[in-house]
C-alpha cells in the first residue's frame, strides 16, 4: 500500500426532502448571493426549481439563475457563467443537477480567479490558486463529482475533453436526495451506473499490490451496485437502490476506493476522446464500450487481479483453474452486466466507423497503469470495441 493523505471535507446532506434544505445550508455557511446553475430545465419540468427557489427565498438568500449546462458541459458555458457571476457579484454557486451541471459550476468557480487563458488549467500549464465555493443539489447518481476534487469540461476549439484535480473544487456540501432520481430515465440510470462502477473498477486495476482493505472496500461497493441497478431497472422507484447507488455514486469517486493505490483512469481518457469528438456519446455509455475492449488487451498484463476481480466481483466458478480463462469470466460477465442494463458495448452500436481511430489516439497521448498504451495500443483497443 502507498502512502496517503486523504480528507474529504464536502458536508453531505442525506435523505428523503434533504433538498429542501439547501437555503439554510447556505445560509449557516454565511454567503451572500449565489449564482445557480442548471442544465436544460428538466429541474422546472419536475417541480424542483420552484422548491430550490422556495428554500432560498425563505433563507433570504438572493440568487441569480444560469441555466443551459450541457452533457459533456462546454468551455464557452463555463465563461459566460463566470461574466455573469462577476456582474452579479455572487459569493458561491449552487449547482442543481448531475455531473456536467456540476463540472460545469466548478469551472466556473476557478475561472473567476485564471489569471491566463481558464483553459491551461486542463491542459497542465497552470493551477488555479483560488476559487469561489460550490454547493451541490445531485439529482443523478453518477459522476461523484459532488464530492470530488475533479472538473471535466470540453473545449469547443479542437473536441477536447480534458479533466484535472484540484481540492478547491470539492464541494463545500452537497444535497443527496434519492427521491430527486426517480425521474432519470432507464438509459440515463444506466449511464450513471456504469459510470459508478468505472470509477471504482479503474481504481481497483491499478498497478499497486497489498491493497487489501481498499480491495474489499472497492469490491463490496461494486456489489451492492451491480445489485441496486438490477432493482432499478425494473422498479425506478424503488428508494433503498435509488439510495444505495447515490450514495455509492460520491463513494466511487472521492479518493475512498483507491486509497493506497495510484491513481490514473485509463478507460475514462480513452473515453473522453470519444464522447469529445461525438458529443452525442453519453459518458457511462461510452465507457461501457471501452472497458470489455481495454480489459482484453491488457489482462495478461496481470492476470491474478483479473482473476480475484472474477472471483470476488462476479462469483466465478471455483472450478476454473485456468487464471486466463478466469480473467475472461470477470470481463464478459461486466461485459453481459452493461448489456443487460441497456448500455451499448460496441462503437458500432453508435454507428461509429473506424476512420476517426486514429485521430482519437493521437489526442490521447501515452497512457500509464497494467500496460503502458501509446498510439498503436489505443487504435487497437478501439478496433476491438468496434
Known sequence: MRDFEYCVPTKVIFGKGAHLKVGEAIKNLGYKKVLLVYGRGSIKTTGLYSRICESLDKAGIPFMEFGGAEPNPKLGFVKKGAHVCTMEKCDMILAVGGGSVIDSAKAIAVSLFAESDVWDFWLRKSAPVAALPVGVVLTLAASGSETSSSVVITNEDGLLKRGFNSELVRPAFSILDPELTYTVDKYQT??????????????????????????RLAEGLLKSVIDSGRIVTDNPESYEARADLMWAGSLSHNDLTGLGRSMFLVCHKIEHELSGMYDSIAHGAGLSVIFPAWAKYVYTADIERFRQYAKRVWDAPSDLNDPHKTAMFGITATENYFRSIGMPVRLSEFGISEMRFEEMAEKCGELPGKMRLGKKEIIDIFELAR
Open 190 to 215: 444506466s449511464c450513471g451506473i456504469t459510470d459508478i462502477m468505472m470509477h471504482t473498477i479503474e481504481r481497483y486495476f491499478s498497478d499497486t499490490e497489498q491493497t487489501g482493505l481498499t480491495d
